[in-house]
């Protein structure tokens, strides 16, 4: 649900003035403004079984060591009711709700408190404050950029204490993994609700709302567009960062200490889970700035989808690898392990070069070489709202001229990685890749749509020149 997006297909524009690039985007930004039946299905489908769905994945793993069939057969057979599942569920806690607020409010405060630093020593990483993409309404955000900074902080002080200090144990959040649910989805529903609120009744900019009259949709899909508190805490920014991705590693962590504790070891597939999964979280802070240029900066709005899909969806359900493997062990013979080694890492290849390619060429309006050669493009132009004409380019090189979506084929050989760690006995751990591959294939369809619709035939001759979507001679 929350995820590392990206822009779509890699263009560059002819030079304007902040005027121009506003006039640009109008008709082509953010949600919808009128909702169509399947779309409002959708939202209340998930708005009532997302918050499940995270569930019985983590009951099952607790109670029934993982399995997904196993609750459904208990049920179905009459050997367990509904009540008597619920009846095991670990509730919340005073020690659970301690630990988040201290979690969030410590994450809070690095995030307002302490100006990036890390920019001044790290050659090639951009922090600090940047700027954001110009919004519809005209208005370029800043953005303090200390995601690294945090990130470092917060590890630091977690070896620390687990090898230096007794302040608490390394597998603190394992051992209160489901109290801690709760308090994540109290976080938010919470923010989510207050968002709303605040887009109806004082929003950051009125001109950055939307509102379709259909309140499920407004809820989920959000109204406001940047929604801030002050100057700097910017909802967005902050949550689809911390405290979601700054725990995603800390909580691999907990559970590689918890494999330790039970069995005395741990096992390589757990290793190569915090590892791949550590190189995609370093990736997401390192190119922070960078993110500011992403679909959900640059185009979503802040609602229940990012709120509470950062706070609940993503820490719970992109950790399966982890979680799965303290229940079930498993130690990979060496060929496995290093051909699911390799396959991370080209896939993280592939998703890195192919941005910088994309990048690259857009800093560059294409006056650069890819793979060694001039990029060929296609010349393209588009009308936007108020009648203006403008130029751009699409790059069909280098990657880009294998899939118009290549960084998602990345993005899904690295998921594949991780599933492929935890052996082939459960299906439980291979929910990532499937949700991956649905999510993908949902933004390609998004971004084409509203490319087509922007660049008309020029987008035919796009699409006939690069053919295929994701997967060269397949899709």
Request: glycine residues 8%.
């Amino acid at each position: 649900m929350a995820a590392k997006s990206q822009p779509s297909a890699p263009q560059t524009g002819s030079p304007g003035s902040a005027t121009n690039r506003k006039a640009a985007s109008q008709g082509q930004w953010g949600r919808a403004w009128e909702v169509d039946w399947f779309s409002l299905a959708s939202v209340v489908f998930l708005l009532l079984f997302a918050p499940f769905i995270v569930y019985y994945f983590i009951m099952a793993c607790d109670q029934y060591s993982c399995s997904l069939t196993a609750p459904l057969l208990d049920i179905a057979t009459g050997r367990a009711s509904l009540a008597d599942i619920w009846a095991k569920t670990p509730p919340v806690t005073t020690r659970a709700a301690q630990l988040y607020t201290l979690w969030v409010a410590f994450q809070v405060l690095l995030y307002m408190a302490l100006p990036d630093f890390c920019h001044r020593f790290l050659p090639g990483y951009v922090g600090g404050v940047q700027d954001g993409a110009v919004t519809p309404a005209g208005v370029v955000n800043k953005y303090e950029i200390n995601g690294l900074q945090a990130w470092l902080i917060t590890h630091l002080l977690w070896f620390t204490n687990a090898h230096f200090l007794p302040w608490f144990s390394p597998t603190i959040i394992f051992d209160n993994w489901i109290p801690l649910l709760w308090c994540a989805n109290a976080l938010g529903y919470a923010v989510s609700t207050f968002a709303m609120i605040k887009g109806y009744f004082f929003p950051t900019n009125a001109k950055d709302c939307k509102f379709t009259g259909n309140f499920f949709y407004n809820y989920m899909m959000g109204i406001e567009f940047n929604p801030r508190i002050g100057k700097w805490f910017d909802f967005k920014l902050f949550f689809n960062g911390r405290p979601g991705i700054v725990a995603w590693t800390l909580i691999n962590l907990s559970f590689a200490a918890k494999q330790q504790e039970l069995y005395g070891q741990v096992t390589n597939s757990m290793v190569l889970v915090n590892v791949l999964q550590a190189v995609y979280v370093l990736d997401f802070f390192w190119n922070e700035a960078w993110y500011l240029k992403t679909i959900d900066i640059c185009h979503d709005h802040f609602g229940w989808y990012l709120g509470w899909g950062d706070c609940v969806w993503l820490p719970y359900l992109y950790t399966l690898q982890g979680l799965y493997l303290v229940y079930h062990p498993v130690q990979l013979s060496t060929p496995h392990a290093v051909a699911v080694l390799l396959l991370g890492l080209l896939g993280y290849y592939i998703f890195r070069m192919a941005n910088h390619q994309k990048d690259l060429f857009r800093r560059t309006d294409g006056r650069c070489l890819i793979w060694g050669r001039k990029p060929r493009v296609i010349e393209c132009t588009y009308t936007s709202a108020d009648g203006q004409k403008h130029r751009s380019k699409l790059l069909v090189s280098g990657f880009w001229g294998l899939a118009r979506h290549f960084n998602y084929t990345g993005d899904l050989l690295g998921s594949l990685a991780y599933c492929l760690a935890c052996g082939g006995s459960h299906l439980l751990p291979y929910f990532y890749i499937i949700y991956m591959a649905i999510l993908l294939t949902h933004r390609c369809l998004r971004d084409e749509h509203r490319c087509a619709n922007k660049y008309g035939k020029d987008w035919q001759r796009y699409t006939a020149t690069v053919p295929y979507r994701l997967l060269p001679g397949l899709f």
